[in-house]
């Protein structure tokens, strides 16, 4: 064999234990830290959520980053919501909230700046689904602490996050075309939810509680509004009628059930292709033996860029988790008096909400995996000349090993930002019935396909003839 052959060989196998060794420390980094999320969701899917919440704040050093401190206030704040410690999962929802504010007004701020930099690399700011539901959330342990007042100012800021959901992505796009690095105009997409029928619930039941039934009878019109004018997010029938607005003679026992768990963020994966002042983006999938198949491809203008280059990136998407829930049955002492039904889909709500950042996502990763992959490309070719010039294959080595490290920092630093949020609700189911008033034993019953799934008692619950009658279920699956 001469000596071209064995030059060759050994760059393969020193390519191969650069590219295998980088790849076995990333993923051991990661199982690591998935194994731990899955000791907590099994203990939440199973009702544990004091043992969830345990295994969640002994291992926050290892469970979140640095720039994960959002992610980490709104798991503890769920899971204790669950747990029914209400007093802490408020404090660590204000917590949340405080950050999501500070870190998204710091992008705004930063944008023009930070054009290149992964959002890997930035402080996680929420997504906007997180940001709106962490005030129901408060809104319902404000109630159960028995304070109204604060549970209306959750409400109310509900309705206001939703007024100016599109506003901020605005102002955001428009930093980010003042970017030098900035090629192609930046514009958000749409979002078509404004108006929850959840919160609006809320609030219906709160003014009823205080005998206000004209206040009620305009939350009812907003709940009928938000059905009517937004049917691609409530593809279901409205569980009430008029007599929600209206007093009875006896008492009403309202329930509320949170089921399944909201999206997660899968990679997808794309290459770009560049023509001269245009590029192409492939989506491709991976068919019979790990050959990729193009499923789609899209192209626009994109001035200055050379032809020729070939790049791969990730984006985040939305991928729904749902709920093996197929029905909800509350007993009253031992007796079923009716079922639950849909009243907000989360889930649905969670990716509608993300299409309006997914267009800037999408433009700012595509113009930075180009800008860093022809640098990277011009800086690979330097290494490989250097080698070739060198005249001897130690120094061949070292010229294919730094490309390939090349290779592999470009592909870890357009990773997808995967970052959200785990224990959040895929559904709101709602229901009420009139009682006398009294003291009543209270379970809800969860069905799925092969029957019953789990019971969870309430205990004792007193309805009067006045106030509130509010109970909340939880099933984590």
Same mark, same amino acid.
């Given at each position: 064999m001469g000596r071209e052959g064995i030059d060759h060989r050994k760059c393969r196998q020193w390519r191969c234990a650069v590219v295998v060794g980088v790849f076995l420390v990333l993923s051991s980094c990661v199982t690591t830290r998935n194994e731990q999320f899955l000791i907590i969701d099994e203990a939440a899917r199973q009702g544990n959520f004091d043992t969830a919440v345990t295994a969640l704040e002994e291992n926050t050093d290892s469970l979140y980053g640095k720039r994960d401190g959002v992610l980490y206030y709104l798991d503890s704040g769920m899971l204790h919501f669950y747990n029914r410690d209400y007093q802490t999962s408020i404090q660590r929802f204000e917590e949340a909230e405080r950050l999501i504010e500070e870190y998204f007004t710091s992008s705004v701020s930063q944008a023009a700046a930070s054009f290149l930099l992964n959002d890997n690399q930035i402080n996680y700011a929420g997504e906007d689904f997180e940001d709106i539901y962490l005030n129901v959330f408060k809104a319902i342990a404000f109630l159960e602490r028995g304070e109204a007042s604060s549970a209306f100012v959750e409400v109310r800021r509900i309705n206001d996050k939703l007024n100016l959901l599109e506003d901020k992505y605005q102002g955001l796009a428009a930093r980010y075309n003042q970017a030098d690095d900035a090629v192609v105009d930046m514009k958000p997409g749409t979002s078509r939810f404004y108006n929850s029928a959840l919160a609006r619930y809320l609030s219906l039941l709160m003014y009823r509680a205080d005998g206000n039934y004209d206040s009620?009878?305009?939350?009812?019109?907003?709940?009928?509004?938000?059905?009517?004018?937004?049917? %691609?997010?409530?593809?279901?029938?409205?569980?009430?009628?008029?007599?929600?607005?209206?007093? *009875?003679?006896? !008492?009403?026992?309202?329930?509320?059930?949170?089921?399944?768990?909201?999206?997660?963020?899968?990679?997808?994966?794309?290459?770009?292709?560049?023509? =001269? %002042?245009? *590029?192409?983006?492939?989506?491709?999938?991976? $068919?019979?033996? +790990?050959?990729?198949?193009?499923?789609?491809?899209?192209?626009?203008?994109?001035? $200055?860029?050379? !032809? $020729?280059?070939?790049?791969?990136?990730?984006?985040?998407?939305?991928?729904?988790?749902?709920?093996?829930?197929?029905?909800?049955?509350? *007993?009253?002492? +031992?007796?079923?008096? +009716?079922?639950?039904?849909?009243?907000? =889909?989360?889930?649905?709500?969670?990716?509608?909400?993300?299409?309006?950042?997914?267009?800037?996502?999408?433009?700012?990763?595509?113009?930075?995996?180009?800008?860093?992959?022809?640098?990277?490309?011009? +800086?690979?070719?330097?290494?490989?000349?250097? $080698?070739? =010039?060198?005249? %001897?294959?130690? !120094?061949?080595?070292?010229?294919?090993v730094g490309s390939v490290a090349t290779d592999v920092a470009v592909d870890a630093s357009e990773q997808a930002d995967l970052r959200v949020s785990r224990y959040f609700p895929a559904y709101a189911y709602a229901g009420e019935w009139e009682l006398a008033p009294g003291t009543y034993s209270v379970a809800v019953e969860y069905f799925g396909s092969g029957g019953l799934l789990r019971v969870e008692d309430l205990g004792s619950v007193t309805v009067g003839a006045e106030g509130l009658n509010l109970v909340s279920s939880f099933y984590n699956n």
């Amino acid at each position: 064999m001469g000596r071209e052959g064995i030059d060759h060989r050994k760059c393969r196998q020193w390519r191969c234990a650069v590219v295998v060794g980088v790849f076995l420390v990333l993923s051991s980094c990661v199982t690591t830290r998935n194994e731990q999320f899955l000791i907590i969701d099994e203990a939440a899917r199973q009702g544990n959520f004091d043992t969830a919440v345990t295994a969640l704040e002994e291992n926050t050093d290892s469970l979140y980053g640095k720039r994960d401190g959002v992610l980490y206030y709104l798991d503890s704040g769920m899971l204790h919501f669950y747990n029914r410690d209400y007093q802490t999962s408020i404090q660590r929802f204000e917590e949340a909230e405080r950050l999501i504010e500070e870190y998204f007004t710091s992008s705004v701020s930063q944008a023009a700046a930070s054009f290149l930099l992964n959002d890997n690399q930035i402080n996680y700011a929420g997504e906007d689904f997180e940001d709106i539901y962490l005030n129901v959330f408060k809104a319902i342990a404000f109630l159960e602490r028995g304070e109204a007042s604060s549970a209306f100012v959750e409400v109310r800021r509900i309705n206001d996050k939703l007024n100016l959901l599109e506003d901020k992505y605005q102002g955001l796009a428009a930093r980010y075309n003042q970017a030098d690095d900035a090629v192609v105009d930046m514009k958000p997409g749409t979002s078509r939810f404004y108006n929850s029928a959840l919160a609006r619930y809320l609030s219906l039941l709160m003014y009823r509680a205080d005998g206000n039934y004209d206040s009620a009878r305009i939350d009812w019109e907003q709940m009928q509004q938000a059905y009517q004018r937004q049917s %691609n997010l409530y593809p279901f029938p409205l569980p009430f009628d008029d007599s929600v607005m209206r007093p *009875v003679d006896d !008492g009403r026992l309202s329930v509320l059930s949170f089921v399944g768990e909201a999206p997660l963020k899968r990679a997808e994966t794309l290459y770009v292709v560049t023509f =001269d %002042n245009s *590029v192409q983006i492939i989506y491709a999938g991976e $068919g019979d033996e +790990g050959v990729l198949i193009p499923e789609g491809y899209a192209s626009f203008y994109y001035p $200055g860029v050379q !032809g $020729g280059f070939r790049f791969k990136f990730q984006l985040p998407r939305m991928e729904p988790r749902g709920s093996e829930v197929s029905r909800i049955r509350v *007993v009253v002492d +031992g007796s079923p008096i +009716g079922e639950l039904s849909l009243l907000e =889909d989360v889930e649905r709500i969670a990716m509608d909400t993300f299409s309006i950042k997914e267009p800037i996502i999408f433009l700012k990763t595509v113009t930075r995996t180009i800008v860093k992959g022809i640098v990277a490309q011009q +800086g690979k070719a330097q290494m490989q000349q250097a $080698g070739e =010039d060198s005249g %001897n294959v130690f !120094g061949l080595v070292a010229g294919l090993v730094g490309s390939v490290a090349t290779d592999v920092a470009v592909d870890a630093s357009e990773q997808a930002d995967l970052r959200v949020s785990r224990y959040f609700p895929a559904y709101a189911y709602a229901g009420e019935w009139e009682l006398a008033p009294g003291t009543y034993s209270v379970a809800v019953e969860y069905f799925g396909s092969g029957g019953l799934l789990r019971v969870e008692d309430l205990g004792s619950v007193t309805v009067g003839a006045e106030g509130l009658n509010l109970v909340s279920s939880f099933y984590n699956n």
